[in-house]
Structure formats: structure tokens, C-alpha cells
């Protein structure tokens, strides 16, 4: 039971436009959620993350929606830039400390000059 | 870098063979969260400890099984290995909000 979907495997996005991740839970219980890059042969690096009780967390270039009743959050990032290429995972916790994390399978973001 | 530690980094043995990988939190960090990675899929929870005790169970096999010791650190045994076993395995240590992830251990079961 997949409780964490990443339903886009890739995404390809030109230099300096938006790139839009889309991640979407089931469990009602998450209340707390993030998003980590990964680079080839390293670990996962937190990027940003916001609780159930927001609707939008923003981080420079990044920023992350949720919309609890669709279920549904996305991350844009604004502008893209050819470093960003890597695969981003959402994840989500039924709390802001110390709980396990549920990962989506990950999107793997290429942008080009 | 982000202060946690995993060893080995590659791990290449053979089916039936046990092994066990090693992590250090970052420090003062107090959990330790094991994450198997197969195959360009997400992240999936093995097993959490809290300062020396076991915290919360993921889908974690029988022939796999953890500790936490006094300093913190923690291992990850593996055992009576199969082919499927194949994957990244990943450490973390949490902070409020966050979890750390170490750089992994790859292992290759042959």
C-alpha cells in the first residue's frame, strides 16, 4: 500500500522556468511534510517541508504547497537551474518529531540550458 | 555533509552470507532510523531506535535486525542474504522537522 505517490517518474524543464513536483498521500494521519534531493551516490538532503496546519512554506527558490483536503502537495522551484537536476522525494510523517518517514518513489528532475 | 556517518560504503558478498553495516548519528542526535532504497524506489522504513532502544518497526524481515549501542552509534545486521536483499541502505538521525541522512552503504549480493 503506497501511502506516498510520486506519480511522474521524470521531468525535464528548461533552465530559468518553473519546475513543479506533485506528490499525493492517503493517510489522514500525516501532519507534517518534506521534500529531499538526492544526488547519485549520496544520501538524501533535506530541501523544505511544512506542516498540515499551512497551506504554502517558502525557501528562496523553493516552495512548497499543500492542500489538505485534495490531499495533494507540490513543490515549485523558481527559477530552475541546471544544478537542480536530481531526484526529489516527498515524504511525509504523522509528526514533526522524531517519526519514521514515508517516501514517494521520487521524481527525477533534468533541466537543461 | 551532514554529520552522519555510514560504513562500509560498498559491500559486495554472496547469497546465505551475513553482514553488518555500521552508522554514527550526528552528534547528540539520540535517533537512529534505517532506510532500505532497491531499485530507483522511494525510501522504505526498516527501523527506528531512541537512545538505546528500539522505537517503531517498519516492514523489516525476520533475518534483518538492528541495535543501538551506550555511544549511539547502531548497526544494521543482515543475514542469511538473498539476491533481493540487493539495495541502498541509509542512516539517519533527526533533529525537530528534520532526519539526516548518511551517504549509504551499497550492498550487492551476488
Known amino acids: 500500500d503506497q501511502q506516498v505517490k510520486q506519480n511522474s517518474p521524470s521531468l525535464s524543464v528548461q533552465e530559468g522556468r518553473i519546475s513543479i513536483l506533485n506528490c499525493d498521500y492517503t493517510?489522514?494521519?500525516?501532519?507534517?511534510f518534506l521534500w529531499y534531493k538526492k544526488y547519485p551516490a549520496e544520501g538524501p538532503t533535506f530541501l523544505i517541508s511544512?506542516?498540515?496546519?499551512?497551506d504554502k512554506n517558502e525557501d528562496g527558490r523553493f516552495t512548497v504547497f499543500l492542500n489538505k483536503s485534495a490531499k495533494h502537495l507540490s513543490l515549485h522551484i523558481v527559477p530552475s537551474q541546471p544544478g537542480d537536476s536530481a531526484v526529489y522525494f516527498c515524504?511525509?510523517?504523522?509528526?514533526?518529531?522524531?517519526?519514521?518517514?514515508?517516501f514517494g518513489t521520487g521524481t527525477r528532475l533534468q533541466v537543461f540550458p | 555533509d551532514s554529520g552522519v556517518t555510514q560504513t562500509p560504503k560498498h559491500l559486495i558478498t554472496a547469497t546465505g552470507q551475513r553482514v553488518t553495516l555500521r552508522c554514527s548519528p550526528r552528534?547528540?542526535?539520540?535517533?537512529v532510523y534505517w532506510y532500505q532504497q532497491s531499485l530507483d524506489q522511494g525510501l522504505q522504513f526498516l527501523i527506528q531506535?531512541?537512545?538505546?532502544?528500539?522505537?517503531a518497526k517498519g516492514n523489516i524481515l525476520e533475518r534483518f535486525s538492528a541495535q543501538q549501542f551506550p555511544d549511539l552509534h547502531s548497526e544494521l545486521n543482515l543475514s542469511s542474504l538473498e539476491l533481493g536483499d540487493s539495495a541502498l541502505y541509509f542512516c539517519?538521525?533527526?533533529?525537530?522537522?528534520?532526519?539526516?541522512f548518511g551517504p549509504g552503504t551499497r550492498l550487492t549480493v551476488l
Open positions: 539517519a538521525s533527526s533533529a525537530p522537522g528534520e532526519q539526516f
Open positions: 493517510n489522514s494521519m500525516f501532519d507534517y
Open positions: 511544512i506542516s498540515s496546519i499551512k
Open positions: 515524504a511525509a510523517s504523522r509528526s514533526y518529531n522524531t517519526d519514521k518517514l514515508i
Open positions: 552528534s547528540g542526535d539520540l535517533s
Open positions: 531506535y531512541y537512545n538505546g532502544e528500539e522505537r
